[in-house]
């Protein structure tokens, strides 16, 4: 059973940084590709940021790009998201998103979210 667990959210100001955790039990981490959502209020889940099994990475350059930063730990199971100049349209619920292929099927799972919210 895989289990993501995200950790580090809280209540900011404008211009805070925040980092965002997410450790991963009862898979092998270091084949993931991992990577974090983040839902806004009456919005739907959309995508901020990945990185690869083999570190390559991926952002949603709209909105993340140059102020967020996503590195993995493997020695730790863990994926990091550094957010910086955070702003108030950054508030949502973040998840941690891990997939991988096994053959011809994917697996992917998630984690119960971990609520970032920016006061202006």
């Known amino acids: 059973q895989v289990q993501l667990v995200e950790s580090g959210g809280g209540l900011v100001q404008a211009g805070d940084s925040l980092r965002l955790s997410c450790t991963v039990s009862?898979?092998?981490?270091?084949?993931?590709?991992m990577a974090w959502f983040r839902q806004a209020p009456g919005k739907g889940r959309e995508f901020v940021a990945a990185?690869?099994?083999?570190?390559?990475?991926?952002y949603d350059t709209n909105s993340v790009k140059a102020r967020f930063t996503i590195s993995r730990d493997n020695s730790k199971n863990t994926v990091y998201l550094q957010m910086t100049s955070l702003k108030p349209e950054d508030t949502a619920v973040y998840y941690c998103?891990?997939?991988?292929?096994?053959?011809?099927?994917?697996?992917?799972?998630w984690g119960q979210g971990t609520q970032v919210t920016v006061s202006s």
């Open positions: 009862g898979g092998t981490f270091s084949t993931y590709t």
């Open positions: 998103h891990a997939e991988r292929w096994i053959l011809s099927t994917k697996y992917r799972y």
């Open positions: 990185i690869t099994s083999s570190g390559g990475v991926t």
